[in-house]
């Protein structure tokens, strides 16, 4: 029976929940290695790549999640984190299982798995398509620290608009930075030679607008880069299995969304901030979009 979308999206069921199926996956041993980390900028595609790995034999997640802001030690708006913790809390994913964050390509958690033998991926996504994604993400659920900054935005524009500035940080030190802010920080991870990077699109596959070729490509990386190669027929399973409308993230799923949302004001804005990342990442040529 499938979990209602209101229990999937509570806060305390998650409250609730996430400790015990932790103390769960604790006990599993036997599974083979490595630990691994599905990485990636908020709404960037983590329910698709953590799907992906949730459907390869012999793995299972550890349900562990996090990010730095749970482990600031600083004052809002200084990148001060506790790292010792973050590796104690990783350092309890089990071989075999995955965790799940939205880390920045900093020394110090790049340390941090390198001392776990963690085999990570990270995964990108069309900022366009991020900043949209945001907007009706956080707008809608209420377990999200910044649901009452974005819900007192008269227009779902405006959110997108707070998606595209920044907000905050507030004195109790919630907020997130500019888009291009927050995609310049992931991409020294495109320059790790121990990560895998991947891109939504390629993932997503044709249920979601995207390549039926492109996705069994990225498919087949992610499982090589965990130690679990498929064969011809998994492979083909594997990809009929990971479009995932029943996680509590899932919106839409579909590429370039941005096209029906953004202003031709907001266009111009990223195009000026993010023009040159979306060519790194391979969304665009030049300018000319």
Request: some cysteine.
């Amino acid at each position: 029976m499938p979990i209602p979308k209101s229990i999937r999206t509570s806060t305390l069921a998650k409250r609730l929940g996430t400790p015990v199926y932790q103390t769960l996956a604790r006990g599993v041993v036997g599974l083979p290695g490595p630990p691994i980390l599905a990485n990636s900028p908020p709404k960037a595609g983590t329910h698709i790549l953590s799907t992906l790995l949730g459907r390869l034999p012999r793995v299972m997640f550890s349900g562990r999640h996090y990010n730095p802001n749970e482990f600031r030690v600083g004052l809002p708006g200084q990148d001060v984190y506790a790292w010792e913790e973050i590796r104690k809390r990783y350092g309890r994913v089990r071989p075999g299982q995955f965790a799940t964050g939205h880390f920045p390509a900093v020394p110090e958690f790049q340390e941090v798995l390198r001392d776990l033998g963690m085999r990570t991926i990270v995964i990108f996504r069309d900022p366009r398509d991020m900043v949209v994604s945001a907007a009706f993400y956080i707008r809608s659920l209420k377990r999200h620290p910044l649901h009452d900054v974005y819900r007192r935005f008269p227009s779902v524009s405006e959110a997108i608009d707070a998606a595209i500035a920044g907000v905050g940080p507030y004195p109790d030190g919630r907020g997130h930075p500019s888009i291009t802010d927050r995609v310049a920080a992931y991409l020294p991870w495109l320059d790790s030679p121990d990560v895998l990077t991947v891109r939504f699109e390629d993932l997503i596959g044709a249920a979601g607008g995207g390549s039926r070729a492109l996705q069994l490509e990225s498919v087949s990386a992610v499982a090589s880069h965990v130690g679990r190669p498929l064969g011809e027929e998994q492979l083909e399973r594997v990809c009929d299995l990971i479009f995932a409308p029943g996680s509590a993230t899932f919106r839409k799923g579909q590429i370039g969304d941005w096209h029906n949302h953004l202003t031709d004001k907001q266009i111009d804005v990223l195009k000026e901030g993010l023009g040159a990342h979306l060519i790194r990442l391979g969304y665009e040529s030049d300018y000319d979009w």
